[in-house]
């Protein structure tokens, strides 16, 4: 089992990644472009499978978050592919990745991480 700092780590960049990607041109943009669309799915993806592997202990501490629901749209975006609906993913960028983001940062936090700005390159 891998160290849960790695997976916070890579959930927390694949957050960010996800960020750039619908910074200039929002809603509209994500709508429009399958480039873009296709990059956010993948990240999504990523990063939803990233909190699954995260120990119970790391999410028994955050309960705020709702882990089961991250699991379940990972699901979607994997085996229910044909039917993933691009409002509902555009409502999870815009309510529901601001929350993640920040309970992710207090648990980098709580281990002592420092993020250096030349990592958010990637």
């Known amino acids: 089992m891998k160290d849960d700092m790695l997976y916070l780590i890579h959930i927390s ?6 960020e750039r990607y619908v910074s200039e041109g929002g809603k509209d943009q994500f709508m429009s472009s399958t480039l ?8 999504l993806q990523t990063m939803a499978e990233s909190t699954q592997r995260l120990s119970d202990a790391s999410q028994s501490a955050h309960p705020e978050i709702e ?3 991250i699991s379940g ?12 609906d691009l409002e509902r993913v555009w ?11 920040r309970a992710i940062k207090t648990m980098l936090d709580e281990r002592g991480y420092e993020s250096s700005d030349s990592s958010r390159n990637t």
Not at 36 to 43: K, S
Not at 73 to 84: A, K, Q, T
């Open 13 to 18: 960049e694949c957050v960010e990644r996800i």
């Open 36 to 43: 873009t669309q296709d990059a956010v799915l993948r990240n």
């Open 67 to 69: 882990w089961r629901n």
């Open 73 to 84: 749209f990972r699901n979607v975006l994997v085996h229910d592919y044909l039917s993933v």
């Open 91 to 101: 409502l999870t960028i815009e309510n529901d990745l601001p929350e993640l983001k």
